[in-house]
């Protein structure tokens, strides 16, 4: 759920098939800018300082991007999840398995403060594993999935997340999340079951559906906050908790029959 200081801007969704080249397009355009007489990267020119100044909330102008991958194995709705985020629609139907890397931009508003989201779906076929491992490197949050209807998947959450052990940065922000909670009639998955390994790996856990859209707003905005605490060195019990907020905001109905 959108809270009252959270709210989104967003770019369009894209699947490109030399990521590689794109990423560097993007970051070499937000290097652009006022060129700095003191060798500092973000330099403002003292009249955009004293006009920022003027505003009773001073918010970030170029907010950092934050990269954040969807993982899980093929077919767990990585790819429906994200357009749903990013456009608000349920496309009906499967998906092909997605092949390369896809993404799209988001900026959160988070406290007054932007963040910026830039979300990589990847393929989950093991055969593109090996593509995949290079984007763990340097990216801020991962969210992984699995299909609530598709214990395979779950069983497999403790592979995913060896390798997160393995490539990815020690302090990366990951997320849970058990999709195609609308699946009722067809689960195979208990929510008990994915807050116990959840809680094993000590990571957030929430159940998500990108049909009915629950929490899938909710759990890019939580990434979106627990990046914006840890960004400014304020991550302590007495300022902010992921898993307390998203028990705060996270939407459990009861599961209706699966009509996908």
């Given at each position: ?32 800018g ?65 092949v390369?890397i ?16 830039q ?24 969210l ?10 779950f ?7 060896g ?82 907020y ?10 209706p029959?699966?009509?996908?």
């Amino acid at each position: 759920m959108e809270t009252g200081a959270d709210s989104m801007d967003d770019d369009v969704f894209e699947t490109i098939e030399d990521s590689r080249l794109k990423i560097n397009a993007i970051n070499s355009q937000q290097k652009g800018g006022t060129p700095s007489p003191t060798g500092y990267r973000n330099y403002k020119p003292p009249a955009e300082v004293l006009k920022l100044a003027e505003n009773d909330i001073i918010e970030s102008v170029e907010p950092i991007v934050h990269k954040t991958i969807l993982l899980g194995d093929s077919g767990v709705g990585k790819t429906s999840l994200l357009v749903k985020f990013d456009t608000g629609k349920f496309q009906s139907g499967n998906f092909s398995a997605t092949v390369g890397i896809g993404f799209t931009t988001k900026v959160v508003t988070v406290d007054n403060t932007k963040v910026k989201l830039q979300i990589w779906d990847t393929a989950g076929q093991e055969r593109f594993r090996s593509v995949t491992h290079a984007y763990y490197r340097d990216a801020h949050a991962l969210l992984l999935l699995y299909d609530v209807t598709n214990k395979t998947s779950f069983d497999n959450i403790r592979a995913w997340l060896g390798e997160i052990r393995e490539y990815a940065q020690d302090d990366v922000v990951i997320m849970l999340l058990g999709n195609k909670a609308d699946c009722g009639i067809e689960r195979a998955v208990r929510r008990e079951d994915g807050e116990r390994l959840a809680r094993e790996y000590n990571v957030a856990f929430m159940e998500t559906s990108a049909k009915s859209g629950q929490n899938v707003e909710l759990a890019f905005v939580a990434v979106a906050r627990e990046l914006k605490y840890r960004e400014n060195g304020t991550r302590d019990s007495n300022t902010f908790n992921v898993n307390d907020y998203i028990r705060e905001q996270s939407v459990k109905p009861q599961c209706p029959p699966c009509t996908t």
